[in-house]
């Protein structure tokens, strides 16, 4: 017999934890879903009457909104009664790289993790599932349940207080949450109190089929969030690798992987080639990975994630070094448009976005930049290359926001694609092309240009692993 799951609390409103519960909430009509956050400007946000200034954008997202929200799913500041309500509670806080200390660079700062435990230890009544959300170093759970042990062993405590730890780590990307949340290839639940892996089972299996969602041990479900993304990211080092590789030889990425990728046991996902892998999550969890591993002495694993992070960041090297030679050995004043800032399509998420460093490096170089994002703000921009700007003596100079693809691009001497928009699908490069200053290039980073199309139109085209 599972336990009957009415109130659930999620902490963090975050990009994870605000469309997982929407899709919980629209499928489990008859449980309240309440999910919590420090950050006011945040939450008032995803309240926001008006759908379009929700915190983040998700295709399909601001549907389940107009349909679950003030019925069944809530956003709140008020984290400490909504704790105490809830049956079951997920813990989906950011988990960032360390900036300072033992492990800076590489581990997990739990900081946020061990703060809500703490939260939860307090406030939680009766028996109450916990559960980790977030991606956490293995053994993290044991950190959480320590924490809420030393309270629910307090005999001074006015309320009865017992809790289970259970690990369901999240799979979804961002810019497909919502498909990925629907149809999910996997759910993940990690841990020993079945009664409580029951209660989990239930809920997810409203519109998951029951042979997708895994049961396992705690640890094994925590280590297999970090090595799902280790992998994922070690294909995008392997094909990035191999698109240097074609430009040096005349060979074409996009040829190699349909043919590699067809080979059913390499599969064809993940493999375009493109500026480096970017987003809140890969680079943080192999360098956890990589923390773990040293601290187990496990050298020569550590070693092996390590390249997977130097692949990612040498081919983000390479392409400014082939920006400026191609534009004869100097950018310094020369107009170069930006088209794209997203770490990926379809979301406004810049965290870890290729774009941040390379416009970095085009800044210092002297270059002019002309931005253009569909949904990533100038505010936003404006932050992420803050620290650039500051160096320089002309702010307005060196970073301009465009609020088209026409305007950034007119009269530049250089495009750069950085985003796989769809919008630039569409984009009829001859007639663009004319506009800018000749002699111009494109460097399409995320093959985006159907470049065969335009052989013989004279239109200077630098592509990702494409051999000339
Ligand atoms: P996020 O930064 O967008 O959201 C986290 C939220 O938690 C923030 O709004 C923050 O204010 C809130 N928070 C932190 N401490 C809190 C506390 N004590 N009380 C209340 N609220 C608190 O992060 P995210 O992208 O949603 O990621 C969350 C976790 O999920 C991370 O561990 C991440 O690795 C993992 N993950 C992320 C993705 C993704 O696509 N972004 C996918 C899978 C897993
Ligand atoms: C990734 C994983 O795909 C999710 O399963 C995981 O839940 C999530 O991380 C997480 O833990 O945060 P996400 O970062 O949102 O999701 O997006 P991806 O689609 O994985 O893209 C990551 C980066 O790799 C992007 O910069 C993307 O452009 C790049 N990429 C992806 C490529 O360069 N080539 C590809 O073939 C695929």
Redesign the pocket.
């Known amino acids: 017999m599972s336990k009957n799951i009415k109130n659930i609390c999620c902490i963090g409103a975050g990009y994870v934890g605000g469309p997982t519960m929407s899709v919980i909430a629209s499928h489990c009509p008859e449980i309240q879903v309440n999910v919590v956050d420090v950050n006011h400007e945040r939450v008032a946000a995803w309240n926001d009457k008006n759908v379009i200034n929700l915190p983040i954008y998700e295709p399909g997202l601001d549907k389940i909104i107009e349909k679950c929200r003030g019925i069944n799913l809530h956003f709140s500041t008020n984290i400490e009664e909504n704790i105490a309500k809830a049956d079951l509670i997920f813990i989906s806080v950011n988990t960032p790289t360390k900036t300072k200390g033992i492990g800076a660079g590489q581990a997990i700062d739990l900081k946020w993790v061990e703060e809500s435990s703490r939260i939860i230890a307090k406030h939680a009544r009766d028996f109450t599932i916990v559960v980790e959300k977030s991606?956490l170093p293995v053994k993290t759970a044991q950190t959480i349940k320590d924490i809420l042990e030393a309270t629910s062993k307090n005999k001074d405590e006015k309320f009865y207080k017992e809790f289970a730890v259970l690990s369901n780590p999240?799979?979804?990307?961002?810019?497909c949450a919502i498909e990925n949340l629907e149809n999910p290839d996997r759910i993940l639940i990690g841990g020993s109190d079945k009664e409580s892996v029951d209660a989990l089972t239930k809920i997810y299996s409203k519109w998951v089929n029951k042979d997708k969602i895994l049961t396992t041990d705690l640890w094994s479900s925590e280590l297999s969030k970090l090595t799902?993304?280790a992998f994922?990211a070690q294909r995008?080092s392997s094909?990035n690798s191999i698109s240097a590789l074609c430009e040096m030889t005349g060979a074409h990425i996009n040829e190699v992987a349909i043919a590699v990728g067809t080979d059913k046991r390499i599969g064809s996902s993940?493999?375009?080639a493109?500026p480096?892998?970017?987003?809140?999550?890969?680079k943080k969890?192999i360098s956890n990975l990589i923390y773990l591993c040293n601290h187990y002495g496990l050298n020569e694993v550590s070693d092996y994630w390590q390249k997977v992070l130097d692949i990612n960041s040498w081919q983000q090297e390479r392409l400014i070094e082939i920006i400026s030679k191609k534009m004869f050995g100097t950018i310094s004043e020369k107009k170069i448009a930006i088209l794209g800032f997203s770490?990926?399509a379809n979301t406004n998420d810049t965290r870890e976005s290729?774009a941040i460093y390379i416009c970095k490096k085009l800044i210092e170089e002297g270059a002019i930049l002309y931005i253009y994002d569909p949904k990533v703000s100038n505010q936003q921009i404006d932050k992420d290359l803050g620290n650039t700007q500051k160096k320089e003596s002309n702010i307005e100079k060196s970073c301009i926001y465009s609020s088209s693809v026409e305007q950034a691009v007119s009269s530049a001497d250089a495009i750069v694609i950085l985003t796989e928009w769809d919008e630039f699908k569409k984009i009829s490069w001859e007639s663009i092309y004319k506009t800018m200053r000749q002699p111009a290039w494109i460097f399409d980073t995320r093959s985006v240009i159907n470049i065969k199309k335009l052989k013989n139109k004279n239109i200077n085209i630098w592509q990702t692993g494409f051999g000339i």
């Open positions: 991606t999240e799979f979804l990307a961002e810019g799902a993304n994922l995008i094909i993940f493999l375009n493109g480096g892998f970017g987003g809140s999550c890969f969890d770490f990926k290729p």
